[in-house]
């Protein structure tokens, strides 16, 4: 095996879906906290009040009717609200992570924690002083913290008056949280990612268009808003990226991105070329930014196939992106999809998975394609690309786990779907690729982002909560956490 030494080994959290405690510590609610929880084949909902204040709720793509407020109903429950508790189980979550041998930590920092509505100039105390303690205490055991500053969770004051990310406004608010970050945790942190899948604006439209069915016209909405959303966060991560460099030069800072990463369904030249297609609109069209400094040429052919030409743009936007390049770029890896101009006969189905199935993929309980051999081809084509250092932060299983009666629990399935995929990444690095760093997703048992359920379970450690919210939040080691810690313990070498 070809691990470097001082390889990142780790696992990685988002605060919405660990932390809980939505509402203590001076936090402010974010639109994580107005979201139900949903399943496999029920979608997640948000919400909300309408104009009349009669009580509604839409499925999460949806867009919020007119005149209606985001409401938090008693009558349903939130999974992020009690999430599993990290806020107050952070000690021993640590010490945990410490007992397999992280070397990092991916974890992100709630924004309304920080900045509880988002429009404060100066920071809520108490959400900077947790994360010091928590940056603190990763450093006791040697663990290098990596950082999401956006993870899916803006304060919900900003998407309810401002409109969310639709507003310019918003680029200053972040650079202002993100500032922060930078300032406070300076000497604690120096891994940091600006946005999390932040791609998935435009990567998402065709399985929301799946489910929503929309008119040529409602797609063509869609996507300028992703496109418009999607510049203010560029030029939100770019003016970060040089405000971290300037607070400190050991700062290695990166983008995120989620690899919808697409095969050609057959060899019909129009496949190939729909497929290239498909991973400039859904991958490059960001990463191109992140890295390269600026929107690449096939970027005006998506603008002008959905009337996108005349987006709020300026010479001084451009300039912020130019001058604001990543260091590493990151990813998430889960599966691989198939794009073709054919009838598809067999489709992937399941949740967040769409197009055609691929008959050479085994598939998970939710949908999802099982495909290590992808994870190699992406590093390969992504570094190929780039010539940056990679990290892969975020990569896993959702399961069901099942706890045997003396409090054991044997996911060798989950063992079974690592192994491949750190053989996967050795291959890549053998191959050239300058990987830095690995940290599996969910490392502890988290609430899952696309379906809210506690039931799909990707950790190496067991959180006794069920999807109602019962349970005694107490942490328990699965066979995997043994296994991983083996494998880190040989940088890779022993997978057995
Ligand atoms: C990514 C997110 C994570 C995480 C993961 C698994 O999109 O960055 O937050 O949740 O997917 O997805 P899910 O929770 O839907 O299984």
């Known amino acids: 095996m070809s691990f470097p030494q001082g390889f990142l080994w780790g696992g990685a959290t988002a605060a919405n879906q660990v932390e809980g405690a939505w509402n203590e510590g001076g936090r402010g609610p974010a639109k994580t906290d107005v979201t139900t929880g949903g399943t496999v084949s029920e979608?997640?909902?948000?919400?909300?009040?309408?104009?009349?204040?009669?009580?509604?709720?839409?499925?999460?793509?949806?867009?919020l009717p007119e005149g209606a407020r985001y409401y938090v109903n008693p009558d349903y429950y939130y999974p992020n609200h009690k999430a599993v508790d990290q806020y107050h189980h952070y000690k021993e979550d640590i010490a945990l992570f410490a007992e397999m041998g992280y070397k990092v930590y991916r974890m992100s920092i709630s924004w309304s924690r920080l900045f509880p509505k988002g429009i404060e100039k100066t920071p809520n105390e108490e959400g900077v002083e947790h994360y010091r303690k928590v940056f603190q205490e990763l450093r006791k055991y040697d663990i290098e913290p990596l950082v999401t500053i956006w993870h899916f969770d803006t304060?919900?004051?900003?998407?309810?008056?401002l409109g969310g990310w639709q507003n310019r406004e918003l680029i200053d608010h972040y650079v202002r949280f993100a500032t922060t970050c930078f300032t406070e945790y300076k000497g604690l942190v120096k891994y940091w990612l600006t946005f999390n899948e932040i791609n998935n604006e435009c990567a998402f439209i065709d399985m929301v268009n799946e489910m929503l069915h929309m008119t040529k016209e409602e797609e063509d909405a869609r996507y300028r808003e992703a496109y418009q959303l999607l510049h203010y966060q560029l030029v939100a991560s770019a003016k970060a990226v040089q405000i971290g460099h300037a607070i400190d030069s050991e700062n290695m800072i990166g983008c995120m991105l989620s690899t919808a990463c697409a095969y050609p369904m057959t060899c019909d030249p129009a496949d190939i070329l729909k497929t290239e297609h498909s991973w400039e609109n859904a991958i490059f069209y960001c990463g191109d930014v992140h890295v390269f400094g600026g929107?690449?040429?096939?970027?005006?052919r998506l603008w002008r196939e959905h009337g996108c030409e005349d987006l709020d743009i300026t010479e001084e936007d451009l300039a912020e992106l130019a001058a604001g390049t990543v260091d590493m770029y990151t990813f998430s890896y889960y599966s691989s999809?198939?794009?073709?101009?054919h009838d598809v006969t067999e489709k992937a189905g399941g949740n967040m998975s769409t197009g055609a199935k691929n008959p050479y993929l085994q598939y998970s309980d939710w949908g999802w394609?099982?495909?290590?051999?992808?994870?190699?081809?992406?590093?390969?084509?992504?570094?190929?690309?780039?010539?940056?250092?990679?990290?892969?932060?975020?990569?896993?299983?959702?399961?069901?786990?099942t706890v045997e009666e003396d409090g054991s629990i044997h996911d060798q399935y989950r063992i079974d779907y690592y192994r491949p995929h750190i053989q996967a990444m050795s291959r890549a690095i053998e191959n050239g690729v300058d990987l830095i760093g690995y940290t599996t997703w969910g490392c502890i048992d988290v609430v899952s982002a696309g379906t809210g359920e506690m039931r799909k379970r990707y950790g190496f450690i067991y959180v006794d909560m069920d999807d109602e919210g019962k349970g005694s939040m107490a942490r328990s080691r699965k066979d995997s956490f043994f296994w991983y810690k083996k494998v880190i313990a040989s940088n890779?070498?022993?997978l057995d």
């Open 295 to 300: 929107y690449s040429p096939f970027v005006q």
């Open 492 to 494: 890779g070498e022993d």
């Open 369 to 401: 394609s099982l495909d290590p051999t992808g994870m190699q081809y992406f590093l390969e084509k992504i570094y190929d690309r780039y010539r940056i250092p990679l990290m892969i932060v975020e990569n896993g299983l959702g399961a069901y786990d």
């Open 155 to 161: 304060p919900l004051y900003l998407e309810q008056e």
């Open 43 to 63: 979608p997640r909902y948000i919400t909300y009040l309408d104009k009349d204040g009669k009580p509604g709720k839409i499925n999460q793509f949806e867009r």
């Open 337 to 341: 999809g198939v794009v073709t101009t």
